[in-house]
Protein backbone atom coordinates (compact mmCIF):
# COMPACT_ATOMS: atom_id res chain seq x y z
CA UNK A 1 0.00 0.00 0.00
CA UNK A 2 1.50 3.04 -1.04
CA UNK A 3 1.75 5.83 1.28
CA UNK A 4 -0.51 8.27 -0.44
CA UNK A 5 -3.40 7.67 -2.59
CA UNK A 6 -5.32 9.68 -5.11
CA UNK A 7 -7.64 7.94 -7.53
CA UNK A 8 -5.52 9.44 -11.36
CA UNK A 9 -8.62 10.27 -13.35
CA UNK A 10 -9.18 11.65 -15.81
CA UNK A 11 -12.03 13.17 -14.36
CA UNK A 12 -13.62 15.85 -16.78
CA UNK A 13 -16.31 18.23 -15.64
CA UNK A 14 -18.11 21.17 -17.36
CA UNK A 15 -17.16 24.88 -16.36
CA UNK A 16 -18.48 26.11 -13.41
CA UNK A 17 -19.31 22.94 -11.55
CA UNK A 18 -17.44 22.25 -7.85
CA UNK A 19 -14.87 20.03 -8.73
CA UNK A 20 -13.82 17.31 -5.53
CA UNK A 21 -10.52 15.95 -5.40
CA UNK A 22 -9.93 13.74 -2.31
CA UNK A 23 -6.57 11.60 -1.31
CA UNK A 24 -5.97 9.36 1.33
CA UNK A 25 -2.73 8.79 2.93
CA UNK A 26 -1.79 5.71 5.41
CA UNK A 27 1.04 7.28 7.91
CA UNK A 28 -0.31 8.23 11.08
CA UNK A 29 2.79 10.68 11.55
CA UNK A 30 1.64 12.76 8.61
CA UNK A 31 1.23 16.05 10.12
CA UNK A 32 1.06 18.44 7.24
CA UNK A 33 -0.88 18.10 4.07
CA UNK A 34 -0.28 20.14 0.72
CA UNK A 35 -2.10 20.44 -2.74
CA UNK A 36 0.14 20.65 -5.98
CA UNK A 37 -1.14 21.97 -9.57
CA UNK A 38 1.15 20.86 -12.01
CA UNK A 39 0.16 21.68 -15.48
CA UNK A 40 0.85 19.74 -19.20
CA UNK A 41 4.85 19.68 -19.22
CA UNK A 42 5.58 22.16 -16.04
CA UNK A 43 7.16 21.79 -12.30
CA UNK A 44 4.07 21.24 -9.46
CA UNK A 45 3.40 24.58 -7.75
CA UNK A 46 2.09 25.01 -4.23
CA UNK A 47 -1.29 25.61 -4.53
CA UNK A 48 -2.58 24.96 -0.33
CA UNK A 49 -0.95 24.10 2.30
CA UNK A 50 -2.78 23.21 5.72
CA UNK A 51 -1.37 21.58 9.05
CA UNK A 52 -4.25 20.68 11.39
CA UNK A 53 -7.59 19.01 10.65
CA UNK A 54 -10.47 21.57 9.73
CA UNK A 55 -10.64 24.13 6.34
CA UNK A 56 -8.66 26.30 4.91
CA UNK A 57 -10.08 28.67 2.36
CA UNK A 58 -8.31 30.38 -0.22
CA UNK A 59 -10.37 32.34 -3.24
CA UNK A 60 -12.15 29.50 -5.40
CA UNK A 61 -10.13 26.82 -3.52
CA UNK A 62 -11.08 24.65 0.05
CA UNK A 63 -8.82 22.04 1.33
CA UNK A 64 -10.03 20.17 4.00
CA UNK A 65 -7.92 17.44 6.26
CA UNK A 66 -9.88 14.64 8.54
CA UNK A 67 -6.73 13.46 10.56
CA UNK A 68 -8.99 10.88 12.30
CA UNK A 69 -10.01 9.23 8.95
CA UNK A 70 -6.41 10.23 6.93
CA UNK A 71 -8.69 11.94 4.40
CA UNK A 72 -7.68 15.56 2.78
CA UNK A 73 -10.19 16.94 -0.09
CA UNK A 74 -9.57 20.08 -2.58
CA UNK A 75 -12.60 21.85 -3.25
CA UNK A 76 -12.44 23.99 -6.42
CA UNK A 77 -15.56 26.54 -6.76
CA UNK A 78 -16.70 27.94 -10.09
CA UNK A 79 -13.88 25.96 -12.23
CA UNK A 80 -12.32 27.66 -15.03
CA UNK A 81 -10.53 26.05 -17.98
CA UNK A 82 -7.66 27.60 -16.43
CA UNK A 83 -7.82 24.79 -13.94
CA UNK A 84 -7.00 21.93 -15.53
CA UNK A 85 -4.08 20.54 -14.41
CA UNK A 86 -3.02 17.26 -12.26
CA UNK A 87 -3.61 18.04 -8.80
CA UNK A 88 -1.14 16.08 -6.29
CA UNK A 89 -1.84 15.86 -2.75
CA UNK A 90 1.85 15.59 -0.55
CA UNK A 91 1.83 15.24 3.06
CA UNK A 92 4.81 15.36 5.61
CA UNK A 93 6.12 14.67 9.20
CA UNK A 94 7.66 17.38 9.09
CA UNK A 95 11.68 16.62 7.96
CA UNK A 96 11.22 17.87 4.22
CA UNK A 97 10.69 14.88 2.86
CA UNK A 98 7.65 15.51 0.72
CA UNK A 99 5.17 12.28 -0.15
CA UNK A 100 3.32 12.91 -2.93
CA UNK A 101 -0.16 10.81 -4.12
CA UNK A 102 -0.14 10.00 -8.01
CA UNK A 103 -1.97 13.04 -9.06
CA UNK A 104 -5.72 13.52 -10.43
CA UNK A 105 -5.93 14.59 -13.84
CA UNK A 106 -8.91 17.38 -14.03
CA UNK A 107 -10.21 18.62 -17.40
CA UNK A 108 -12.53 21.50 -16.99
CA UNK A 109 -14.43 22.17 -20.27
CA UNK A 110 -15.43 25.07 -21.45
CA UNK B 1 12.98 35.99 -13.75
CA UNK B 2 13.01 32.07 -14.07
CA UNK B 3 13.69 30.61 -10.30
CA UNK B 4 14.57 27.40 -10.95
CA UNK B 5 15.92 26.42 -13.84
CA UNK B 6 17.22 22.95 -15.66
CA UNK B 7 19.23 21.80 -18.28
CA UNK B 8 18.66 20.78 -20.83
CA UNK B 9 14.87 20.26 -20.79
CA UNK B 10 14.76 17.19 -23.17
CA UNK B 11 17.49 14.47 -22.85
CA UNK B 12 17.41 11.63 -25.59
CA UNK B 13 20.53 9.22 -25.10
CA UNK B 14 21.21 5.41 -25.87
CA UNK B 15 21.94 3.04 -23.02
CA UNK B 16 24.77 2.62 -21.05
CA UNK B 17 25.93 6.27 -21.42
CA UNK B 18 26.22 8.50 -18.81
CA UNK B 19 24.54 12.27 -18.41
CA UNK B 20 24.21 15.24 -16.37
CA UNK B 21 21.11 17.31 -15.39
CA UNK B 22 22.22 20.84 -14.30
CA UNK B 23 19.64 23.20 -11.46
CA UNK B 24 19.86 26.52 -10.81
CA UNK B 25 17.96 28.69 -8.73
CA UNK B 26 18.08 32.36 -8.10
CA UNK B 27 16.07 32.58 -4.43
CA UNK B 28 18.20 32.29 -2.37
CA UNK B 29 17.73 28.94 -0.92
CA UNK B 30 19.18 26.83 1.31
CA UNK B 31 18.15 23.17 0.06
CA UNK B 32 17.87 22.09 -2.60
CA UNK B 33 16.24 18.41 -4.07
CA UNK B 34 15.79 16.26 -6.85
CA UNK B 35 12.78 14.20 -7.86
CA UNK B 36 11.90 11.91 -10.03
CA UNK B 37 8.18 11.63 -12.12
CA UNK B 38 7.46 8.46 -14.03
CA UNK B 39 5.48 8.11 -16.84
CA UNK B 40 2.25 7.29 -14.17
CA UNK B 41 2.83 10.68 -12.62
CA UNK B 42 4.27 9.47 -9.48
CA UNK B 43 6.84 12.21 -8.24
CA UNK B 44 9.39 10.83 -5.67
CA UNK B 45 12.08 12.60 -4.02
CA UNK B 46 15.74 11.03 -4.82
CA UNK B 47 17.71 13.50 -3.00
CA UNK B 48 17.92 17.21 -0.62
CA UNK B 49 20.86 19.01 -0.15
CA UNK B 50 21.09 21.87 2.30
CA UNK B 51 23.71 24.17 2.43
CA UNK B 52 25.94 21.72 -0.19
CA UNK B 53 25.09 18.76 2.24
CA UNK B 54 23.45 15.81 1.41
CA UNK B 55 20.44 15.14 4.00
CA UNK B 56 18.17 12.88 1.79
CA UNK B 57 19.16 10.11 0.29
CA UNK B 58 16.73 7.81 -0.52
CA UNK B 59 16.97 4.11 -2.43
CA UNK B 60 18.48 5.35 -5.58
CA UNK B 61 20.70 3.08 -7.43
CA UNK B 62 24.76 4.41 -7.17
CA UNK B 63 24.47 4.82 -11.04
CA UNK B 64 22.60 8.36 -9.46
CA UNK B 65 25.06 10.70 -7.75
CA UNK B 66 24.03 14.55 -7.02
CA UNK B 67 26.79 17.00 -6.58
CA UNK B 68 26.30 20.85 -5.67
CA UNK B 69 29.29 22.86 -5.85
CA UNK B 70 26.80 26.02 -3.90
CA UNK B 71 23.91 26.02 -2.65
CA UNK B 72 22.58 27.85 -6.03
CA UNK B 73 23.50 24.80 -7.75
CA UNK B 74 22.21 21.10 -7.78
CA UNK B 75 23.78 18.53 -10.52
CA UNK B 76 22.54 15.19 -10.87
CA UNK B 77 25.03 12.96 -13.17
CA UNK B 78 23.64 9.53 -14.27
CA UNK B 79 25.88 7.15 -15.14
CA UNK B 80 25.41 3.88 -17.43
CA UNK B 81 21.85 4.82 -18.41
CA UNK B 82 19.19 2.02 -18.19
CA UNK B 83 15.64 2.08 -20.48
CA UNK B 84 14.28 2.54 -16.59
CA UNK B 85 15.21 5.68 -16.21
CA UNK B 86 13.33 6.89 -18.74
CA UNK B 87 11.22 10.04 -16.47
CA UNK B 88 11.03 13.54 -15.82
CA UNK B 89 13.49 14.75 -13.24
CA UNK B 90 12.42 17.59 -11.04
CA UNK B 91 14.84 20.10 -9.42
CA UNK B 92 13.12 21.92 -6.67
CA UNK B 93 14.50 24.54 -4.11
CA UNK B 94 13.34 25.16 -0.53
CA UNK B 95 13.86 28.30 2.10
CA UNK B 96 15.74 26.17 4.67
CA UNK B 97 15.22 22.15 5.66
CA UNK B 98 11.70 21.52 7.02
CA UNK B 99 8.11 22.65 6.04
CA UNK B 100 8.92 25.42 3.78
CA UNK B 101 7.36 25.76 0.03
CA UNK B 102 9.00 24.17 -2.47
CA UNK B 103 9.64 25.58 -5.36
CA UNK B 104 10.05 23.48 -8.61
CA UNK B 105 11.57 23.94 -12.06
CA UNK B 106 10.28 22.88 -15.45
CA UNK B 107 11.11 19.39 -15.28
CA UNK B 108 13.95 17.57 -18.03
CA UNK B 109 12.34 14.96 -20.19
CA UNK B 110 14.88 12.08 -20.13
CA UNK B 111 14.62 9.38 -22.68
CA UNK B 112 16.57 6.57 -23.02
CA UNK B 113 16.85 4.32 -25.96
Given at each position: ?????????????????????????????????????????????????????????????????????????????????????????????????????????????? | ??????????????????????????????????????????????????NKELIINETVPNRFSPKSPDKAHLNLHINSLELGDSAVYFCASSQEAGVETQYFGPGT?????
Amino acid sequence: QKEVEQDPGPLSVPEGAIVSLNCTYSNSAFQYFMWYRQYSRKGPELLMYTYSSGNKEDGRFTAQVDKSSKYISLFIRDSQPSDSATYLCANTQGAQKLVFGQGTRLTINP
Amino acid sequence: DTAVSQTPKYLVTQMGNDKSIKCEQNLGHDTMYWYKQDSKKFLKIMFSYNNKELIINETVPNRFSPKSPDKAHLNLHINSLELGDSAVYFCASSQEAGVETQYFGPGTRLLVL
